[in-house]
């Protein structure tokens, strides 16, 4: 993963802050711990950069979420009906299983995503303070 540090796409695959990349936005490491998935830091230690910029900043992330389940259903469908040949229904109830247990890996990258549209990686950043 690191042929990929400072680009977005390690940033939004790894959930680090988007200006310097060397921490992690969120407070749990582990997405799958329900109550903790989505609480993040205030700023980044490191470059001091405020992730919320405003009130309710990540309601956009909302927006970015359904392609990101798309995506995840799209996968699903393709490799369950066509793949492995099993009948429309039960890769319906496949697809559901997926966006179900997939669900808090889809609400993280698609905040990373969105806050990855605004901030920008700074090089000059990348020099603690």
């Not at 990686?121 to 303070?129: I, S």
């Amino acid at each position: 993963m690191t042929i990929l540090k400072v680009t977005k796409v390690y940033s939004i695959l790894t959930g680090s802050c988007p200006v310097c990349q060397e921490e992690s936005m969120y407070i749990e490491a582990n997405p799958f711990k329900v109550m903790s998935t989505l609480k993040m830091h205030e700023r980044c230690s490191h470059c001091h950069t405020k992730y919320k910029m405003e009130p309710s900043f990540f309601f956009g992330a909302m927006y970015v979420s359904y392609p990101v389940g798309i995506g995840f259903a799209t996968i699903a469908f393709v490799l369950s009906y066509f793949v492995f040949n099993i009948a429309i229904v039960p890769s319906f109830f496949i697809i559901c299983a997926v966006m179900f247990l997939m669900l808090p890996i889809i609400l993280r990258l698609s905040r990373n995503i969105w806050i990855n549209l605004f901030k920008h990686y700074q090089k000059q950043k990348n020099v603690k303070a």
